[in-house]
């Protein structure tokens, strides 16, 4: 199972150039991918989201890369031809030449995306899927890690479930010993049958049967979806954690028993924590 939050770092050098990228990726509804790149990756740009859409698939993704280059030489003279006609558009023009090594440089860095050949595009892709390996790595790990705490989480509410339904069954009980009780106090006469309707109407009112045989079914997908290989199973366990709420949501509205409401409140405290859990699921 693969969480949606990791972070990475990989970095590169040789006789040309130095790079590091920094991958970080956090939840999200969807894959969303934001990038700080340097002037010289412009042209790679899209290529490296290929790449982090063929990898993930959910999370907010942040692609940060620095690059240096060591043969700065190179690149600047390369802009001898552009050097030579702004200074001979500056004379045409009689306006004074500012041109400085400074603004050079720069504009090599504006054009060096350009001038990065096909073998240092291999080194800088290898780099990023590097870094995209160890990314995947770590939300691997993170999501192994999940995946304990929501089969501890799963059985805390598996038991309050089973303490809910032993609670209403010492309800059904008590349910007719009170009405007797209270009719024997006012001195009225009830028979065995009507006993019987009034019970059987309290009853109804407070029955969550239906909602614990639905409560153990979604628990049941529930589980075979966190133990499956199923792509996105994060939105499919969230789906399901809305159902389990509501359903808890309507067993707690019904039932007057004080031991079985702090079962419901143990029910959805740990369903709270199952969904929280499963927000950070891909």
């Not at 692609?63 to 030489?73: G, I, K, P, T, V």
């Not at 009780?181 to 059987?200: C, F, M, N, W, Y």
């Not at 133990?227 to 709420?245: N, P």
């Not at 409401?261 to 143990?266: A, E, G, H, K, T």
Request: glycine residues 4%.
């Amino acid at each position: 199972m693969e969480s949606m939050t990791g972070f990475s770092v990989r970095s590169f050098e040789d006789k040309d150039f130095m790079l590091t990228f920094r991958v970080k990726s956090l939840n999200s509804r969807y894959l969303e991918v934001k990038t700080n790149l340097p002037t010289e990756f412009f042209g790679l740009e899209k290529k490296m989201r290929e790449m982090v859409q063929k990898s993930l698939l959910r999370g907010g993704v942040e692609l940060n890369a620095s690059y240096l280059n060591l043969n700065l030489s190179q690149s600047v003279k390369s802009l001898k031809p552009w050097v030579e006609s702004f200074k001979k558009t500056a004379k045409e023009l009689g306006v004074n030449d500012s041109l400085t090594l400074d603004s050079v440089v720069k504009r090599s860095t504006v054009l060096g995306s350009s001038a990065i050949s096909k073998a240092k595009e291999k080194k800088i892709l290898k780099v990023l899927n590097d870094a995209l390996i160890d990314l995947k790595s770590e939300r691997l790990k993170e999501g192994a890690s999940t995946l304990v705490r929501l089969h501890k989480d799963q059985k805390l509410c598996t038991k309050a479930l089973k303490d809910i339904e032993g609670e209403v069954q010492k309800s059904k009980k008590a349910l007719k010993e009170q009405w007797q009780k209270k009719a024997s106090q006012i001195e009225v006469e009830v028979s065995a049958d009507r006993l019987a309707l009034e019970v059987a109407l309290l009853i109804e009112k407070s029955d969550v049967s239906e909602e614990v045989e639905r409560l153990k079914i979604h628990f049941k997908e529930f589980n075979k979806i966190l133990t499956s290989d199923v792509s996105l199973k994060g939105k499919r366990l969230d789906f399901y954690c809305q159902e389990l709420y509501r359903e808890a949501n309507t067993i707690g509205s019904k039932i007057k028993n004080a031991a079985a409401i702090r079962s419901v409140m143990d029910l959805k405290s740990g369903l709270e924590r199952l969904r929280e859990q499963v927000q950070n699921i891909q």
